[in-house]
């Protein structure tokens, strides 16, 4: 595990084995990806950002579970459903999508689906 990651989950390590699992996914489904360790989010690259993991606050303290990753994504459309906590069109046809995760079963189809679809719309930008 690259130092900087660890470093980043120095502030809620009970967290880092959520981003673990998401990370294995997004490399087992996606090629070209990188990772970019920033002061307050990691980023997946191809071309373009497309997701995010970080402990941004999407909800209320006292609703945020321990440990818990908000995982960010992009798309050209708005996603509609209960898992999405905060939804935003900072441009024309482009949403970002936050939602909040505390359990490993929540890195699920739906939720690599949205990415892959984020990695799609971030490559032909």
């Excluded at 990370?23 to 307050?40: N, S």
């Excluded at 941004?56 to 440990?67: I, S, T």
Aim: glycine share 2%.
């Amino acid at each position: 595990m690259d130092e900087a990651i660890l470093h980043f989950f120095n502030q809620m390590p009970a967290a880092l084995p959520l981003y673990e699992q998401f990370e294995r996914r997004i490399f087992a489904e996606l090629e070209g990806v990188t990772v970019k360790v920033q002061k307050t989010q990691i980023a997946f690259v191809n071309r373009h950002l497309f997701a995010c993991v970080s402990f941004a606050r999407v909800r209320k303290k006292k609703d945020c579970p321990n440990p818990y990753l908000v995982i960010t994504f992009g798309l050209d459309r708005k996603v509609e459903s209960p898992r999405i906590d905060v939804a935003t069109e900072p441009y024309p046809n482009r949403w970002t999508h936050h939602l909040l995760i505390s359990k490993a079963e929540e890195i699920d189809g739906e939720l690599i689906a949205w990415v892959k679809e984020a990695a799609a719309f971030a490559a032909y930008k």
